[in-house]
């Protein structure tokens, strides 16, 4: 079974610029996160997507970024413009079912964002 | 409010040896899930364990145990004769219902010497 596919792994942009992650979850999961882990913290939740529909975006700096998964599968997430304080590893992760305390989530290898 | 501690930032041992990773948890809600997850330098994280909050049975996986006690509210994980793939940084993490997030520890980089 393949696992939770992200792209690019690595992005380099200047402060200002805008940019964009895509995730793939595992087929048929219903349940897609998206999370930013700053180097030496663990992951931090941004946003939680139940099918097509946003569940949690409470921790998602909603002035600058956006998240969008329309057809309950893909998923991207945007930044414009991006921040210095913004560099960090993007992880995706999907769990299968409803978005239940039972659900283990299945992380992707996550996209390194450096904001020059 | 929740919160999961990892006291120990970096532990470094000697191939063959045991270690143990610590993780202490605080929640006020009585059904909960902790997750134990290994990122290597690649940077995916890596899926090793969940358990439920009322299952305290110890788990072995090979040379991976897990030792929940509720009392003292930890939840640890011994690996036994590390190896060097073993080195990594763990996380431990929490997801109760109040929330429903889930919550993670500021991880434990282990580095195993050959």
């Known amino acids: 079974e393949a696992g939770v596919a992200q792209s690019p792994r690595y992005k380099i942009i200047e402060k200002r610029q805008s940019v964009a992650f895509w995730c793939n979850p595992i087929?048929?999961?219903?349940?897609l996160y998206w999370y930013q882990q700053i180097l030496g913290q663990g992951p931090k939740l941004l946003i939680q997507?139940?099918?097509?529909?946003?569940?949690?975006d409470s921790q998602l700096p909603k002035d600058r970024f956006s998240a969008e998964r329309l057809k309950g599968v893909d998923s991207t997430l945007k930044i414009q413009p991006a921040k210095l304080e913004d560099s960090a590893v993007y992880l995706c992760?999907?769990?299968?079912?409803?978005?239940?305390?039972?659900?283990?989530?299945?992380f992707g290898p996550g996209t390194r964002l450096l904001v020059l | 409010a929740q919160k999961v501690t990892q006291a120990q930032t970096e532990i470094s041992v000697v191939e063959k040896e045991d270690v143990t990773l610590d993780c202490v948890y605080e929640?006020?809600?009585?059904?909960?899930?902790l997750f134990w997850y290994k990122q290597p330098p690649s940077g995916e994280l890596v899926f090793l364990i969940r358990?439920?909050?009322?299952?305290?049975q110890n788990e072995i996986s090979g040379r991976y145990s897990w030792n929940f006690q509720k009392s003292t509210s930890s939840f640890n994980f011994t690996i036994t004769a590390s190896q060097v793939v073993d080195s990594a940084v763990y996380f431990c993490?929490?997801?109760?219902?109040?929330?429903?997030?889930?919550?993670f520890g500021t991880g434990t980089l282990l580095a195993v010497q050959p």
């Open positions: 993490a929490l997801r109760g219902g109040a929330t429903n997030k889930l919550i």
């Open positions: 997507f139940q099918n097509n529909g946003v569940v949690d």
């Open positions: 992760a999907s769990s299968s079912g409803l978005a239940g305390l039972s659900g283990t989530q299945y």
């Open positions: 087929s048929g999961h219903a349940t």
């Open positions: 358990r439920n909050s009322f299952d305290e």
């Open positions: 929640t006020r809600d009585t059904t909960y899930y």
